[in-house]
């Protein structure tokens, strides 16, 4: 059992860009692609992480520092410390649970297919931090290992729902046909942006807003450009953190380019998937030509869009607005900073419901960005206890600290707070996910398309 354990552990310390090309060459193999074939697609998509990796990168360097400039500028303190989310994945990775969290999320895939709840195979093993990670506060608040496994099982089995719940969508929105996210960040909005769209249908004047890039462009011709958007919104960034006039035109030119670099490496990481996706059609038709499946894949193949990156900068100063507002009211602590940067995670499968439209897109963030926000505050001492836990080395100064990813996360907090009732809210989250399986398998039809699916 300890060999396994250190094969685990060798496998999480790989990180998403080199452990995903392994995962991909291992499925194309398993699914019958040619070896040379299987092996450039690993590559390709390795490659492809890299560039997402470096772009992400450009953009929270220049809007963690802008962010900062801006706070300062309001003269408002917040005590509890947003470390990003690679500081949240080791905190996950390095707990007590983050040890067992792939063998567990594994076995909850095998099961779920082989009983027919899902259709989702989940090859996106480094996203199980984000199980880990509940299974680790949950773990920390109770002192129960068994407890905290659990609860990050239930919240890999609730994932796997949410991505075929938004499969549909997924692959018509975003032209990804085979695909699925399983993401327990990004997925973890949709239950809520659901409803939330379904409201502002009800409100007359703003269901009828056309506000999807085509539109936009169609519109404003040049000034519609994603590029020039970027540009924009940087200049405008810049102007509220203060900067000088070289401050701004550097601001406005690298978030332009984030806007035409993003798509551009999405591009590359499609390369890489098709030759994959063709091989497991094919392997699925010969096989289970009764049976559906789809592939999990890390969200990250999404925020190229151009309407989820448009939302995500045009939320960086509302989170920032938002943070400021609410620690008025005494509901708000953290301070949105090293994961300003993973907002497109939490938009990208909001677009397909709001089919794009930006204005709605943004509507919903702020609401959901504020939620999180409040229950981010109410267990940012948890999520300090759980980083004690793992040996995370707290940044200089900080006594509490948290992040936008997965500090918020209201699934997370969800989960947590039904496991304060120890086994018996460990029943109800299964009582809960059974009755919604039970009527979502009644009418598929009509979740998908809530949900942003084709009507037809």
């Known amino acids: 059992m300890e060999v396994i354990l250190k094969v685990f552990q060798f496998i999480q310390g790989l990180g998403p860009t080199v452990m995903m090309p392994i995962m991909i060459f291992i499925l194309g193999l398993i699914l019958g692609a040619k070896p040379g074939r ?21 953009m929270w360097t220049n809007l963690g520092d802008a962010a900062q400039a801006m706070v300062k500028r309001t003269g408002v303190t917040l005590d ?33 297919l082989a009983l027919r709840l899902t259709k989702t195979l989940n090859i996106d093993i480094w996203n199980f931090w984000h199980f880990a990670f509940t299974g680790s ?32 969508a997924i692959q018509t929105f975003y032209e990804l046909p085979g695909i699925s996210i399983p993401h327990g960040f990004s997925a973890a909005y949709v239950p809520l942006a659901i409803p939330l769209n379904k409201l ?31 540009v924009f919104l940087g200049a405008i960034f810049g102007i509220l953190a203060g900067y000088d006039v070289k401050g701004i035109l550097t601001l406005a030119i690298n978030l332009g380019a984030v806007m035409l670099l993003l798509p551009t490496m999405v591009k590359i990481l499609m390369e890489g998937l098709i030759p994959i996706s063709e091989s497991a059609r094919e392997f699925m038709a010969k096989r289970f030509a009764s049976r559906e499946f789809f592939i ?20 960086v100063p509302i989170t920032i607005a938002l943070a400021i ?26 677009s397909p419901i709001t089919r794009g439209n930006i204005v709605r897109g943004v509507i919903i963030g702020t609401i959901v960005i504020a939620i999180g926000l409040i229950l981010g505050t109410t267990i940012a001492a948890l999520f300090t206890g759980a980083a004690i836990d793992a040996k995370f ?11 936008i990813c997965d500090g918020t996360n209201p699934l997370t907090w969800v989960i947590y707070q039904l496991s304060r009732l120890s086994w018996v809210g460990m029943a109800v989250v299964v009582v809960i996910i059974g009755a919604v399986l039970f009527l979502f398998l009644r009418n598929e039809k009509a979740w998908k398309v809530a949900a942003g699916g084709p009507a037809e």
């Open 200 to 230: 502002l249908d009800l409100i007359p004047g703003v269901r009828d807003w056309k506000a999807d890039p085509d539109t936009i462009r169609r519109r404003f011709g040049v000034f519609g450009e994603p590029i020039v958007i970027g």
């Open 38 to 58: 299987a092996f450039r697609a690993a590559v390709t998509i390795g490659i492809a992480f890299v560039g997402i990796n470096l772009v992400i990168g450009l």
């Open 80 to 112: 509890v410390v947003d470390v990003g989310w690679p500081s949240a994945a080791a905190i996950a990775f390095g707990g007590t649970v983050g040890t067992w969290i792939i063998p567990v999320a594994l076995i909850v895939n095998i099961i779920m």
């Open 393 to 403: 080395e707290m940044p200089a100064g900080a006594t509490m600290i948290s992040s």
């Open 325 to 350: 507002g609410l620690s008025a009211i005494g509901l708000n602590r953290i301070l949105p900073f090293a994961d300003l940067a993973v907002i497109p995670f939490m938009v990208c499968m909001i």
């Open 137 to 168: 506060l949950v773990y920390v608040a109770s002192g129960n290992l068994w407890l905290g496994l659990v609860a990050a099982a239930l919240n890999a089995a609730i994932a796997l729902f949410l991505a075929d719940w938004t499969a549909s």
């Open 296 to 315: 999990g894949l890390d969200s990250a193949i999404l925020i190229g869009h151009e309407a989820a990156i448009a939302i995500a900068l045009l939320l």
